[in-house]
Structure formats: structure tokens, C-alpha cells
């Protein structure tokens, strides 16, 4: 079977070339073998390191370069180098490995004590060195826990000493509380984006494609393309499985209208081509169960219906990574206990690894544990997500900086709310998009019918049982 493991690498004691093409190079004692395509920049620091650059960091403020204050990077100067570092990016300084703001750039390792350790952005190619680790278990958790039994998922803040199969817990909360007027906060998060998408364009030098849908986040992308002055067109999927109403899936080509881009529609709700050796090559580089199928893996088959756009991807995923959302559903959590215990399915070692993270992690912005349940439940689910769309497209996802979300978490709790903060942003950056709704319903009669044909369905196939499951959701998110 042929898998790309596209942009994917191995970092351990000696060279591990999972494809003929791979590049693999000496850091210290250790060995660094990744995709060709995989961007990778090196230099030495001052404490005589070789210190690796993995992925595409976009600065989004004025100063140098990533690539130019890679000399500076240590475990010591990372945090304060990287604050403004936008998207998916890891760090190698000598034999330790850290990731990006939410850890999107995923960096994998065995949760099992053994002989050699090594780490990759590949659970699979974990599984083919230690045989077992990467099986399937059940669905997502609190990190570092993984839907694999025996892989660990580096957390933001971490380092990973692969020399040693050691993770150094971080140092001080996760995000900065940042003083300031709530118009102070919206005006530096805005500017940051809006350096970002000319930054971004720099590098491509091409016109951009940003995904669109009828939500709040991915507008965003588009405000501040349109802020930047930057070319870029826009593209919405129709999923087989997206619960969406029609006015909800009008609103891309609405938003187009409004602010004079186009807006193309990749139609996934078409049975796709038969092909299970394209879904199972699908499988091994995402690591995705077929139970997933048809959620996340009906990226299997865009890869083709992608062909004809643009080679990069933006994407505006990483704006639900601090959500407020949990602060409406759920009441404050006593304490790291009682936060693993309302939503978990893992082992000791893993509740424990969790509860040694947040312990270090809590303060500054993100005072309420509340505010970590999207980023823990979410970042290698996400990683997982994106690993897809790199198997066609260069991604970039903006919002995936340690400042914009030490922004978005010091607004007040009441700006949080219904993401009234980024809400806010959106409006600043392009103030017409403030007249369009937010995930629109239809009209109660069509709804009503719509719900009807559901409850059909759910009855058909699950009985009374189905109907009970339905009844109980709803009861738990009112």
C-alpha cells in the first residue's frame, strides 16, 4: 500500500525512512527523517544546539523572521520568541521537541515506557516501531490521551526530551492575561490577523483560497483577507453528514456577494467513486478509524475534487480551540478531578498526565478549567483533521497563535459568551459582515418537517432505544 505520509516525520536514535523519498538528517545523538515536502529549516543555537524548524510559523507581528530568530530558539527563549507565531509549526533543540500554540503540528509519542523512544506526527508510523500502540480504542478524550491505546499527544507548552522518553512539564500558565480596554484587545487581535493573511500571501504569492461556511470563525478568515487587501477567493463544502439548514448553506455564496470574491462549492454529498484502497491509504496517514467514516473521512475522496483550486488551504478551525463555549453548559469545575471525571474514558496514566498539565497550565487568561475542555478534547482530533488536508494542500490556519488566544481568553467572561469577542473582531475588520446572521435556521415549518423525517429515521433504525438516546441529548444541552 502505497501511503504518502505526507508532511509527516520521525524524530528518534537512529534514521527511519518510512518512504524511499524521505530526507533524513543528524541532530545531536539523534536522527530526523521527514517527508520531503515537510518544510524544515536548521541552525545552531547560542548554547551550541542544532536547532530544527518543522512546519510554516507565520509571524503575524513586525520583527524578524522565524527562520531568522531560529539561532535565538531554546527551551528557555522559545515561549517569548513564539508568542506571535501564527500556524502549524514544531521545534527541535537538540534532543527535545516542542510544538506549536495548539499543538495543530501534532507530535506523537508511546505512552509506555521502552527501550528506544522516538516521537512522530504520524500515530501510524508510530504503530510500524512499536507494534500495537496505534490501535483503536475509542473516541477522543482529554489529552494527551489519543483514540489510539498505547499514544500520547504532546500538549502546548510541553517538551519532549526524546533522548530520554521524558516530557518537561511547562513552567508557567499557558496563556498571558493581557491588560487593556476590551476595544485594546479587539484592535491588537485584529491587526495580528490582518498581518498574518499579507504574510501569508507573501509566501504564496498567489491568490489565496480561504474555506467558508455559515459560521462565525471561517468569516473571519475572509474579514481579514478582504482587511488585508490581499487576492483570495473562497470555498464552501456540502458534506453528506452536515446537519445544516439551507439558509445556513446560503450564506458562503452571500458573504461573496456582499464583499466581491467568489465562492466555489466542493459537492461531497455525491456517493463517491468505490475505491477501499484509496480509503484505507485515507486511514494509515490519518490514523482515522472507518467508524469516522462518513464525519472526517470524506476527505478521503475531496483529494480529487480539490484538483483545479489552489494548492494552499486557510482554514478557521483553530478559533474553536479556547471556545467559551463549555462556560454556558457546564458549572466550574472544583478542580482537575472533577474536570477528568465529567468527561473521560482513559487510563490512570493518562488522567494523571492531564491533571500534571493542568496543574502547571491553569492561570493567566485561562483561569476557569472550563476554558481548557475545547483546547484538551480537540487539539489532536484537530491534528488528526488537518493531517487529511495535507495529503493536498500546503494549510495554513491563522488563528493558531499563542498571543491571539491570550487576547481572546482576557476579554471578559461576558464578551466571551456566543463568541462575542471574535464576533466583535470579524465586525472590525470588515464592518458589513455585521448585517449577516450566524448559522441561520429555516423557517419553523420546514424545520418541523425536517425534524419529523428525523425522528422516522432514528425510529427505523434504533427503535424506541434510538428515540430514548434523541430525547436525552436534547435534555442535556439545554
Excluded at 516530557?167 to 500558565?173: F, G, H, K, L, M
Excluded at 488585508?228 to 439548514?245: C, I, L, M, N, Q
Excluded at 472550563?370 to 488528526?384: G, I, M, P, T, Y
Excluded at 462575542?420 to 446572521?437: G, H, K, W, Y
Amino acid at each position: 500500500m502505497d501511503v504518502p505520509h505526507t508532511r509527516q516525520f520521525v524524530f528518534g536514535p537512529a534514521p527511519y525512512a518510512a518512504r524511499s523519498d524521505w530526507v533524513t538528517v543528524r541532530v545531536g545523538q539523534l536522527w530526523l527523517s521527514h517527508c520531503p515536502s515537510l518544510c524544515v529549516h536548521r541552525s545552531v543555537n547560542v548554547n551550541g544546539e542544532d536547532v530544527m524548524l518543522l512546519g510554516v510559523p507565520i509571524q503575524c507581528a513586525d520583527g524578524a523572521t522565524p527562520e531568522q530568530e531560529l539561532a535565538r530558539m531554546s527551551v528557555d527563549t522559545m515561549k517569548r520568541l513564539t508568542d506571535t507565531w501564527s500556524n502549524r509549526w514544531a521545534v527541535i533543540s537538540g534532543s527535545r521537541i516542542a510544538t506549536d500554540a495548539g499543538a495543530l503540528l501534532a507530535v506523537f509519542y508511546p505512552s509506555d515506557t521502552h527501550e528506544h523512544f522516538y516521537a512522530s506526527s504520524s500515530q501510524r508510523l508510530l504503530g510500524q516501531l512499536f507494534p500495537g500502540c496505534d490501535e483503536n480504542v475509542r473516541g477522543s478524550a482529554f489529552a494527551p490521551a489519543t483514540p489510539q491505546r498505547g499514544v500520547f499527544a504532546l500538549l502546548p507548552g510541553q517538551w519532549l526530551d526524546v533522548a530520554t522518553g521524558t516530557v518537561e512539564e511547562i513552567r508557567e500558565p499557558l496563556f498571558d492575561q493581557v491588560p487593556g480596554s476590551i476595544e485594546d484587545l479587539r484592535e491588537e487581535y485584529a491587526a495580528l490577523l490582518r498581518n498574518c493573511f499579507k504574510r501569508i500571501h507573501q509566501r504564496e504569492q498567489k491568490t489565496l483560497f480561504i474555506s467558508l461556511s455559515g459560521g462565525a470563525d471561517s468569516r473571519r478568515n475572509v474579514a481579514a483577507a478582504s482587511s488585508a487587501g490581499v487576492p483570495f477567493e473562497a470555498f464552501t463544502f456540502r458534506k453528506r453528514y452536515w446537519d445544516a439548514s439551507d439558509a445556513d448553506l446560503q450564506l458562503p455564496t452571500r458573504i461573496g456577494r456582499l464583499l466581491g470574491f467568489p465562492v466555489h462549492t466542493v459537492d461531497a454529498r455525491v456517493d463517491p467513486p468505490s475505491s477501499v484502497e484509496r480509503r484505507d491509504i485515507y486511514m494509515q496517514h490519518t490514523a482515522f478509524r472507518a467508524l469516522d467514516i462518513p464525519g472526517e473521512l470524506y476527505y478521503y475522496y475531496i483529494r480529487d475534487m480539490w484538483k483545479g483550486y489552489n494548492s494552499a488551504q486557510i482554514d478557521g478551525q483553530a478559533y474553536e480551540m479556547t471556545s467559551h463555549y463549555y462556560h454556558k453548559k457546564v458549572e466550574p469545575f472544583a478542580g482537575a478531578d472533577a474536570m477528568l471525571a465529567w468527561c473521560f474514558s482513559s487510563t490512570a496514566l493518562s488522567r494523571a498526565a492531564s491533571k500534571r498539565y493542568l496543574s502547571a497550565a491553569a492561570g493567566g487568561s485561562m483561569v476557569d478549567l472550563r476554558d481548557f475542555v475545547c483546547l484538551l478534547a480537540n487539539n489532536a482530533v484537530c491534528a488528526q483533521m488537518n493531517q487529511a488536508m495535507d495529503m493536498w494542500a500546503v494549510l495554513y490556519t491563522p488563528a493558531n497563535c499563542r498571543r491571539m488566544y491570550s487576547l481572546s481568553q482576557s476579554a471578559p467572561v461576558e464578551q466571551r459568551t456566543d463568541k462575542r469577542f471574535l464576533i466583535s473582531v470579524t465586525e472590525l475588520l470588515q464592518p458589513s459582515l455585521a448585517s449577516l446572521p450566524t448559522n441561520p435556521p429555516d423557517a419553523l415549518p420546514k424545520r418541523m418537517i425536517q425534524n419529523a423525517r428525523k425522528l422516522i429515521q432514528v425510529a427505523r433504525k434504533g427503535g424506541i432505544a434510538g428515540l430514548r438516546t434523541v430525547a436525552r441529548r436534547k435534555l442535556l444541552t439545554k
